[in-house]
């Protein structure tokens, strides 16, 4: 049952450099978001999507690029880090309901990215 | 807009003592509202989740959350806390609108003192 799979878990970057945190998810979900949590700042969706070959723009998309070309894997990217962009990002992923949202989130355990 | 409130960053009980959480929101749609709580280092695991079906939702580890539409409130309690309920917890609110995001609030810190 592995759910929700972010690889990698750890990265150190340096300022400029680029990198890929990978999303997949064996649930046949149609919804994947990416948040980054930062203390006393809750969650904070970045993009997400709701199908495969769709994206949308989140409350703090500056800096990502995102892609979605199979349903199971949601890539997030940096193309020019930041130290702004230390963080810990989740995956998440969700069911969609012809009824609404009313499905619950399925996450992943985190990757946590320091920038230096 | 919708926006969700925990009024509380931090809270703490003691062993044995009763916990309460609160979480106001704020949504232009008949909204599903979610507690999810995250241990030290590890991913988000749900709780419960009200999805206008019974006010009065019943999760997992003895928690409970009562939804009150005239107060706009979903506050999330426990009779009797453990130690291992020490974490954060996060109210979320979903309109219920197709496409649309979940929206988290910031979160409270749930300490437990023996």
């Known amino acids: 049952n592995a759910g929700v799979t972010q690889t990698p878990k750890f990265r150190v970057l340096k300022t400029g450099q680029s990198m890929t945190l990978l999303c997949a998810q064996d649930?046949?979900?149609?919804?994947m978001y990416w948040y980054r949590q930062d203390p006393g700042m809750g969650l904070r969706l970045i993009h997400y999507s709701v199908g495969e070959g769709t994206t949308a723009k989140g409350e703090v998309p500056d800096g990502y690029n995102v892609s979605r070309l199979k349903k199971q894997n949601f890539l997030l990217g940096l193309e020019s880090a930041a130290p702004s962009q230390t963080s810990v990002y989740f995956c998440?992923?969700?069911?969609?309901?012809?009824?609404?949202?009313?499905?619950?989130?399925?996450f992943g355990e985190g990757s946590r990215l320091t920038v230096l | 807009a919708q926006s969700v409130t925990q009024l509380d960053s931090h809270v703490s009980v003691s062993e044995g003592t009763p916990v309460l959480l609160r979480c106001n929101y704020s949504?232009?749609?008949?909204?599903?509202l979610f507690w999810y709580v995250q241990h030290p280092n590890k991913g988000l695991q749900l709780l419960l989740k009200?999805?206008?079906?019974?006010?009065l939702v019943k999760g997992i580890n003895g928690f409970e959350a009562e939804f009150k539409k005239s107060e706009t409130s979903f506050h999330l309690t426990k009779p009797s806390a453990h130690m291992s309920d020490a974490a954060e917890y996060f109210c979320v609110v979903s309109p219920n609108q197709a496409g649309t995001a979940l929206i988290f609030g910031k979160g409270t810190t749930l300490s437990v003192s023996s």
């Open positions: 649930m046949n979900h149609e919804y």
């Open positions: 949504s232009s749609y008949s909204p599903s």
């Open positions: 009200y999805t206008s079906a019974a006010t």
């Open positions: 998440a992923s969700r069911k969609h309901s012809s009824s609404g949202n009313t499905g619950e989130l399925f």
